[in-house]
Structures are given as structure tokens and as C-alpha cells.
């Protein structure tokens, strides 16, 4: 019985099976690569897709917001026009005739008003005058603490100047409709 043995024998200057190795991890490297190269592409289409479907929409946003911008623009006008003319309706509602009359009501002999400041926010009253004696400043303050058109009275200055006596004075200024309804209902309650 023979043996035979196989010898091999490699007379090449260079390895090979190193360079098949390489060969085929590079192959494997450039498959990997064209198949992440493709799914980059798939991706970017997509979002362009998606981009393009998006200015879509913000076109037509923008195309129904100019549709709607003079219908918006009127309602503004329209709100302007009606705080306006709520504000002119206000402003109507105050009598001056009736506030003069009121305060005239109460309007002492030997008390003259040089000026007479009205506050239609918070109704405040500012008079400015004169009294011939004490006594007639003093009736005209009683006769605003009296009153149910006017309430908080208050003295703000006094002096007495070549025999008269100079004044300021504070008070604001009821509606004649809440002083009208004050009275019924205290006397409603008294009986």
C-alpha cells in the first residue's frame, strides 16, 4: 500500500487568498453601499414628496387668507364703527342741562362757582368758587351732603381773600335714575 501525500507548493509572490478576501469584502462593501445609496434616494424623494404637498398647503392657507382678510378687515371697521357709536350714545346719555340744574338745586344765596370740572369716567365734580361768609360755604356743603345726586363731598381748600372766602371742592355726581330709585326704596322700607 502507497501512500500518497499531496504537497502543495505556492511559487506566487503574493498571498492570494488574502486579495480573494479583500475582493470580496469589498464587493460586500460596495453591495451595502448601492443598497444605502438607494435608501437615501427613496428617503429624499419622500420628502420632497411631503415638501412639495406642504407648500401646496401653505399656498392654499395663504390663498384663503386673502379671501378671508376683507371680511376680517370689514369686521374690525364694524367693531370700530360700533364702540363709536356706543360711546357717542354714552356720551348723549349725560345731560349737562340736568347736572347744572342739580347742582343748582343745591346752590346756596352768597356762593358763586368761577368753574365747575366734570370727570364722565368716574363722575367726579370739581368747583371752584367763592363764598361771601362762612356760613354760605357751609350751606353749600350741607346741601351736597344732602342730596342724593351727590355724594362724598369734600373740602379741598379754603381762603379767605378781602373779605370773601375762595374754596375748592370735591364730589362726585350720582345718576339721576340710581338717586331716583335710592329714595322709593327707603321709603319702601320705612313703611
Same mark, same amino acid.
Given at each position: ?14 498571498? +492570494?487568498?488574502?486579495?480573494?478576501? =479583500? +475582493? ?22 419622500? +420628502? ?19 379671501? =378671508? ?35 343748582? #338745586?343745591?346752590? %346756596? ?14 363722575? #367726579? ?21 344732602? #342730596? %342724593? ?23 362726585? +355726581?350720582?345718576? %339721576? ?5 335710592? %329714595? ?8
Amino acid at each position: 500500500m502507497i501512500r500518497r501525500t499531496a504537497i502543495d507548493i505556492n511559487f506566487a509572490s503574493r498571498n +492570494y487568498r488574502l486579495s480573494a478576501r =479583500v +475582493y470580496s469584502g469589498l464587493m460586500a462593501a460596495s453591495v451595502f453601499l448601492a443598497v444605502l445609496a438607494l435608501f437615501v434616494l427613496g428617503k429624499t424623494f419622500s +420628502y420632497r414628496a411631503g415638501i412639495a404637498v406642504m407648500d401646496g398647503k401653505v399656498k392654499e392657507m395663504a390663498q384663503i387668507e386673502e379671501e =378671508v382678510r376683507p371680511v376680517l378687515m370689514e369686521r374690525e371697521q364694524l367693531t370700530r364703527d360700533l364702540s363709536a357709536m356706543s360711546a357717542l350714545m354714552e356720551a348723549r346719555k349725560f345731560s349737562w342741562t340736568r347736572l347744572l340744574t342739580d347742582i343748582e #338745586s343745591v346752590f %346756596p344765596v352768597g356762593v358763586a362757582l368761577s368753574r365747575v370740572g366734570f370727570n364722565p369716567r368716574d363722575r #367726579s365734580l370739581m368747583f371752584d368758587g367763592t363764598a361771601l361768609s362762612p356760613e354760605a360755604l357751609r350751606n353749600f356743603m350741607v346741601g351736597l351732603e344732602k #342730596s %342724593p345726586l351727590f355724594s362724598a363731598p369734600f373740602l379741598k381748600h379754603q381762603s379767605v381773600d378781602k373779605g370773601s372766602i375762595s374754596f375748592n371742592v370735591a364730589a362726585r +355726581y350720582q345718576e %339721576p335714575q340710581a338717586a331716583a330709585v335710592a %329714595p322709593v326704596s327707603a321709603g319702601a322700607q320705612g313703611k
